[in-house]
């Protein structure tokens, strides 16, 4: 049957959404917020996140009529702007250019316990303890994932978490139609958001990448449905005097399609105006788990991982190692992070340099490949690190099960410093090819990795270091 396009809403999506983070902020003030239920992606904030929290809380809002349901995005308003894709997409379906229409983590006073207690997770399974700390009666009512079950929050109902998927908008759009009304249609804006999700996060859905058949089958769903669906020329009438749609399999070869991944996938790559702190910030997520001590003490260790989208090499030397250093210090302490890993993924190109003096790296040609670096943080008194924690996560790393996962290959952790800094921060050599890092008094251990297998990403990176820190033995993920 032919699929219902939204007609167009008396009131726009910005105006709903606006309305609605009016109306909770109030909430807020007035001590009210409990009666609320937030529906959040995860921190990184990337285009997959966004869309599907904006679209699972439509469903819960709109068809569900649970009216005190907010979207939250765990994104300051004021980083927003390091993902280019996210505001493109955004743009296409007329939300505001400065993102007032959204709810931004920092819209909230930090505050202990979180106003609201009740959560729908999309994009993520682990409610971060931000939420739950100080707030005891704290419940998880409904998750839709794609990331390794974390086996929490048993008690959500919906409760899909399910890999491998390219993307959770996916999961999202089967899970609304599944349980969707035959009198209410998916607005056009909300397909056009899930739909750019998922092509950014299967890579155009082609052939031999990272989509997967729900992936396929949710994009052909939602382009006929989305605002695109007047310039596309591939529904033509059945005999049935239906519409026939064209194959899940071969979406990725049509025009419309790759137009608009290639526009999405263009800003997603402009990166080379942002320093080194933006670099990290634009696509970050922090983990705490449980290290046992050899005594069995246990203690949680807070873990970062930032996903950058070009080569050590390119970057790294733009400021030199003092500065460099000085912002990763900073940036550890802020966070609290016991372990932070600096995940790069990039073509390797023939190198060239500009008028500014920078190394950039020729768009998209040659291999894809990926780096690693990690950096473990001791405080002066060396509370927040032990060479127990060190030594356990390292040798981990490299034994034959973790190798055959990452493919690791450890190398001079300063190279690019060393050819670059006239005048280093205070740092030594430490045991194989690490360094010690000296800055404002505090100690880092840095370790720099080639990763030979370019197709482990940080969702299969995260899991890996779970189970080493809370020694569970690693499994072939």
Known sequence: MAQNIAPIAAQTLSAKLRAVRSQFLHAVEKGDAKQWTVVMGNESGDLDTIASSLALWWFRR????????????????????????????????????????????DDLQPSKPFPANKFVLVDHNRLLSRFSDGNPETSVVAIVDHHEDEQLHLEANPRIIRTPVGSASSLVIEYIKDNL????????DISSLLLSAILIDTGGLKPGGKAEDVDRASAASLLPISLLAQSVNFVTPGPDS?????????????????????????????VLHLDATDLLKRDYKQYEWNFRHVD????????????????????????????????????????????????????????????????????????????????????????????????????????IDAAKILELEEVKAMKYFEESDSSPTQWSPGSSKSAVVITNGKRMDVY?????????????????????IEGQGISML
Request: hydrophobic fraction near 35%; charged fraction near 25%; include cysteine.
């Open 62 to 105: 709109d068809v569900l009529n649970n009216e005190k349901t907010v979207p939250l995005i765990q994104t300051p308003r004021g980083e927003m702007k390091l993902r280019p894709e996210n505001e493109h997409a955004l743009s296409l379906v007329s939300l505001d250019a400065a993102h007032e229409d959204l709810l931004c983590i």
């Open 181 to 188: 009304p035959s009198r209410i249609a998916v607005p056009p």
């Open 242 to 270: 239906g519409v026939r749609t064209m194959s899940p399999d071969a979406l990725h070869e049509h025009p419309v399609v790759q137009s608009l991944f290639e526009d999405l996938m263009e800003r997603k790559s402009n």
């Open 296 to 399: 069995e003490r246990t203690r949680r260790v807070t873990v970062g991982l930032s996903t950058v989208p070009l080569n050590l090499q390119s970057w790294l030397p733009r400021s030199g190692s003092s500065t460099f250093f000085d912002m990763v210090l900073d940036y550890m302490e802020g966070r609290g992070l016991d372990i932070f890993g600096i995940l790069t993924s990039f073509h390797k190109g023939k190198s060239s340099k500009h008028h500014d003096g920078d190394v950039h790296e020729k768009k998209d040609t040659g291999k894809h490949k990926r780096q690693l670096m990690l950096i473990f943080r001791s405080s002066e008194d060396h509370s927040t690190q032990t060479p127990e924690l060190v030594q356990h996560v390292l040798s981990s790393l490299m034994t």
């Open 448 to 468: 720099r990795f080639k990763q030979k297998n370019a197709k482990a990403t940080r969702k299969i990176i995260a899991p890996l270091l779970k189970e080493i």
